[in-house]
């Protein structure tokens, strides 16, 4: 039996579950950016270049992230593929780029690229052990689901 095969068979316990925890953790977002999630997406589209999962270390635990100031070589993004990636309008996405960058949670690169800066990392460390506890939570679901 897939995962999947699992939260289809099991749904009434994981979706409950799951979109209370997700409504729970899209609040503590919406908080982190004064009720702004365009700029939230635009910033995690931008983080997931940043630190990519391609690129990632996978033995690395959340204290190396939170302490190392660059963990990997970011992937090249722009404006334009931030907007085609996300659906966000460019012009949105440049404004909230801008914004991002005013709170210093971003910065343009000489080669225009945009990186995550290691001060998101720091501020936003509240919503990063947030999402933890979402995705915990989840886990610990699907695992009780499978037992089942």
């Not at 009720?35 to 690129?55: Q, Y």
């Not at 190396?64 to 996300?86: C, G, K, M, V, Y």
Request: glycine share 6%; net charge positive; proline share 4%.
């Amino acid at each position: 039996m897939t995962t999947e095969d699992v939260v289809r068979a099991k749904f009434g316990k994981i979706w409950p579950a799951h979109v209370g925890s997700l409504t729970g953790f899209l609040i503590d977002c919406r908080r982190y950016f004064d009720g702004d999630l365009d700029m939230m997406l635009v910033l995690a589209v931008i983080g997931d270049r940043t630190f990519s999962n391609r690129n990632a270390d996978p033995t690395m635990n959340f204290e190396q992230f939170q302490a190392a100031p660059a963990l990997t070589t970011p992937e090249d993004i722009n404006i334009r593929s931030i907007a085609d990636f996300s659906g966000i309008p460019r012009e949105t996405v440049r404004r909230k780029v801008g914004q991002l960058a005013d709170k210093g949670w971003i910065e343009r690169k000489g080669d225009g690229f945009i990186v995550a800066t290691q001060k998101s990392k720091q501020d936003l460390e509240p919503l990063t052990l947030s999402s933890i506890k979402f995705v915990a939570r989840m886990m610990r679901l699907l695992e009780d689901a499978k037992k089942i």
